[in-house]
């Protein structure tokens, strides 16, 4: 019944527009932009001068720029009222942002024009400092309810956890909240201390209503299932702009991992609208609200907006980001290690069997999440796309192996799951298919000549300062990259895995790291990988 009175709602408002004491509000959103300053291409990697040519790039903050303004001029042209919000994960995805910390990310949001942001958990990958630093650069309130700052000395009365536009004569409220495992995905120290997310929220809304404010916004780093229960369990909440899960909602599109809006029943009737914009700056979310008198949401509609080749950048900003494009050849030069031999990471060794860039790879991202008690790391051989000589490593050949912007992904998986994996692995090897399964802290053997399916057998795993079989039935910690977790190249069994973050650091940036400690470095293989 309620879902039918919204309904005829929308389309009251969609025909003869509001009534006079109705206000509407117009919602521009972005979530995990994760430092995608220049355009990316398909992939969600920097899009090459050959994609550009081809139009097949999408997004960066040129697009972004003309997009929101197109949009800002339409609506306030027709008296309406807009505000531009971001869900958080500004920081970490691309050289953008290992070259400038930040500092170009926030440069970019005033320059747009956001009214607010929430604090992502990567916000925290350089530590309270890297905060600070963005802090630095942006007027607009960056907000978080679930953590307390008040304890470290550059953070302090820094992060908010409330705040209050003044939009067409109405007060907008903004509340906010980030996911509570940050402390143990990203680098917020110990001053930061956090709380529950909707605890955090629930006091938020009562301080806002307690000073009269109706209408109340959840901006949100928490993810799409986490938003849901919030939307479900905070009242007060009118509308939930999420990120975290890069969850594309469309209110069309087939492809769509949910709608948008998604609706959520609280108890009592009242339906809350839930919204989030993929990543990256693919798409720019457009949400459309209308409240009546008294301050009820009476109306929720939009969508996501793909920002392609459609929409022209801006001139300025596109200018501006070629300008810092120039001084990222450098780091691409830059060198990070050496090695003692040539590193095989050929598609014709990798995707058949035990590789040395494999063994690269796959050490380097066990050795960046050993200390969270993973002991399994598993990666695609087609995820590697090239081989380093011997001598100077430069970070240039280490993105030339590792070009994807795949990022580390932790999951607790069982010795069955992981069996499964290797079997995906093996399936198609006839075929020279890059799901094949490079490994570290595991050992397997395969028979290609067997049905695929049945060719994984032998499989030990690492305890302590030796190997033992594996357990189907024990659970493991594991780390492998982000396209993997998904479900990419047929490792579907990975993604319902328990315990799932799949936004750690950039790949390249961990195998460059694991380099400059390893360095000079000598490629090897060890058995570890046999073929029947």
Same mark, same amino acid.
């Given at each position: 019944?309620?879902?039918?009175?919204?309904?005829?709602?929308?389309?009251?408002?969609?025909?003869?527009?509001?009534?006079?004491?109705?206000?509407?509000?117009?919602?521009?959103?972005?979530?995990?932009?994760?430092?995608?300053?220049?355009?990316?291409?398909?992939?969600?990697?920097?899009?090459?001068?050959?994609?550009?040519?081809?139009?097949?790039?999408?997004?960066?903050?040129?697009?972004?720029?003309?997009?929101?303004?197109?949009?800002?001029?339409?609506?306030?042209?027709?008296?309406?009222?807009?505000?531009?919000?971001?869900?958080?994960?500004?920081?970490?995805?691309?050289?953008?942002?290992?070259?400038?910390?930040?500092?170009?990310?926030?440069?970019?949001?005033?320059?747009?024009?956001?009214?607010?942001?929430?604090?992502?958990?990567?916000?925290?990958?350089?530590?309270?400092?890297?905060?600070?630093?963005?802090?630095?650069?942006?007027?607009?309130?960056?907000?978080?309810?679930?953590?307390?700052?008040?304890?470290?000395?550059?953070?302090?009365?820094?992060?908010?956890?409330?705040?209050?536009?003044?939009?067409?004569?109405?007060?907008?409220?903004?509340?906010?909240?980030?996911?509570?495992?940050?402390?143990?995905?990203?680098?917020?120290?110990?001053?930061?201390?956090?709380?529950?997310?909707?605890?955090?929220?629930?006091?938020?809304?009562?301080?806002?209503?307690?000073?009269?404010?109706?209408?109340?916004?959840?901006?949100?780093?928490?993810?799409?299932?986490?938003?849901?229960?919030?939307?479900?369990?905070?009242?007060?909440?009118?509308?939930?702009?999420?990120?975290?899960?890069?969850?594309?909602?469309?209110?069309?599109?087939?492809?769509?991992?949910?709608?948008?809006?998604?609706?959520?029943?609280?108890?009592?009737?009242?339906?809350?609208?839930?919204?989030?914009?993929?990543?990256?700056?693919?798409?720019?979310?457009?949400?459309?609200?209308?409240?009546?008198?008294?301050?009820?949401?009476?109306?929720?509609?939009?969508?996501?907006?793909?920002?392609?080749?459609?929409?022209?950048?801006?001139?300025?900003?596109?200018?501006?980001?070629?300008?810092?494009?120039?001084?990222?050849?450098?780091?691409?030069?830059?060198?990070?290690?050496?090695?003692?031999?040539?590193?095989?990471?050929?598609?014709?060794?990798?995707?058949?069997?035990?590789?040395?860039?494999?063994?690269?790879?796959?050490?380097?991202?066990?050795?960046?999440?050993? *200390?969270? @008690?993973?002991?399994? =790391?598993?990666?695609?051989?087609?995820? $590697?796309?090239? #081989?380093?000589?011997?001598? &100077?490593? /430069?970070?240039?050949?280490?993105?030339?192996?590792?070009?994807?912007?795949?990022?580390?992904?932790?999951?607790?998986?069982?010795?069955?799951?992981?069996?499964?994996?290797?079997?995906?692995?093996?399936?198609?090897?006839?075929?020279?298919?890059?799901?094949?399964?490079?490994?570290?802290?595991?050992?397997?053997?395969?028979?290609?000549?067997?049905?695929?399916?049945?060719?994984?057998?032998?499989?030990?795993?690492?305890?302590?300062?030796?190997?033992?079989?594996?357990?189907?039935?024990?659970?493991?910690?594991?780390?492998?990259?982000?396209?993997?977790?998904?479900?990419?190249?047929?490792?579907?069994?990975?993604?319902?895995?328990?315990?799932?973050? *799949?936004? @750690?650091?950039?790949? =390249?940036?961990?195998?460059?790291?694991? $380099?400059?400690? #390893?360095?000079?470095?000598? &490629?090897? /293989?060890?058995?570890?990988?046999?073929?029947?």
């Amino acid at each position: 019944m309620i879902a039918r009175l919204l309904q005829s709602a929308a389309l009251i408002a969609l025909s003869g527009g509001a009534a006079q004491a109705d206000y509407t509000l117009n919602i521009l959103h972005l979530n995990d932009f994760h430092s995608r300053i220049e355009p990316i291409n398909k992939y969600d990697s920097t899009c090459s001068a050959e994609e550009t040519a081809e139009n097949a790039c999408f997004g960066g903050v040129a697009r972004v720029k003309a997009k929101s303004d197109e949009l800002r001029k339409q609506i306030t042209d027709a008296g309406g009222n807009v505000i531009v919000l971001d869900a958080g994960d500004q920081s970490q995805g691309s050289l953008m942002y290992t070259t400038y910390k930040g500092v170009a990310e926030a440069e970019f949001m005033a320059e747009i024009g956001f009214d607010a942001m929430a604090v992502g958990n990567h916000e925290f990958d350089n530590g309270p400092e890297g905060l600070a630093t963005f802090l630095d650069k942006v007027k607009f309130p960056i907000l978080s309810g679930n953590i307390d700052v008040s304890q470290n000395p550059v953070l302090k009365d820094r992060v908010k956890k409330t705040a209050v536009l003044e939009v067409g004569g109405e007060k907008i409220g903004i509340v906010s909240a980030l996911a509570t495992d940050t402390p143990e995905t990203s680098s917020p120290g110990d001053t930061v201390i956090f709380s529950d997310d909707i605890d955090g929220l629930k006091a938020g809304v009562a301080e806002l209503e307690a000073a009269g404010v109706n209408k109340i916004i959840a901006l949100t780093h928490v993810g799409y299932k986490r938003d849901l229960e919030i939307a479900a369990q905070v009242p007060g909440v009118d509308i939930v702009v999420g990120g975290h899960s890069h969850t594309y909602l469309s209110a069309n599109d087939p492809d769509r991992h949910g709608p948008y809006p998604t609706w959520v029943d609280q108890p009592g009737g009242v339906m809350v609208p839930v919204v989030q914009a993929y990543a990256y700056s693919k798409y720019l979310g457009h949400a459309e609200l209308t409240f009546d008198d008294a301050g009820n949401l009476i109306y929720a509609g939009g969508n996501t907006l793909v920002l392609d080749s459609s929409v022209t950048p801006d001139a300025g900003l596109e200018a501006k980001v070629k300008e810092l494009a120039g001084p990222i050849e450098e780091v691409r030069a830059k060198v990070v290690s050496e090695s003692t031999a040539d590193i095989d990471g050929s598609r014709d060794t990798c995707r058949a069997g035990e590789c040395q860039m494999g063994n690269l790879v796959t050490e380097a991202m066990l050795d960046r999440v050993k *200390d969270q @008690g993973v002991t399994v =790391a598993i990666t695609n051989g087609g995820g $590697l796309r090239a #081989s380093i000589d011997t001598g &100077p490593v /430069t970070m240039g050949e280490v993105l030339t192996v590792l070009p994807f912007q795949n990022t580390l992904a932790t999951f607790t998986t069982t010795g069955a799951m992981l069996v499964a994996a290797l079997e995906n692995g093996a399936s198609q090897i006839e075929e020279g298919a890059g799901r094949f399964s490079q490994v570290a802290g595991l050992k397997y053997t395969f028979d290609p000549a067997a049905p695929a399916g049945s060719r994984i057998s032998d499989v030990m795993v690492a305890e302590g300062d030796s190997y033992v079989p594996i357990d189907p039935a024990k659970e493991y910690l594991a780390v492998t990259n982000n396209y993997m977790r998904g479900g990419g190249d047929g490792y579907r069994m990975f993604r319902d895995a328990a315990d799932a973050y *799949d936004f @750690g650091p950039d790949l =390249a940036d961990v195998v460059a790291d694991y $380099l400059v400690k #390893s360095g000079p470095y000598t &490629p090897f /293989t060890d058995g570890r990988i046999t073929r029947k």
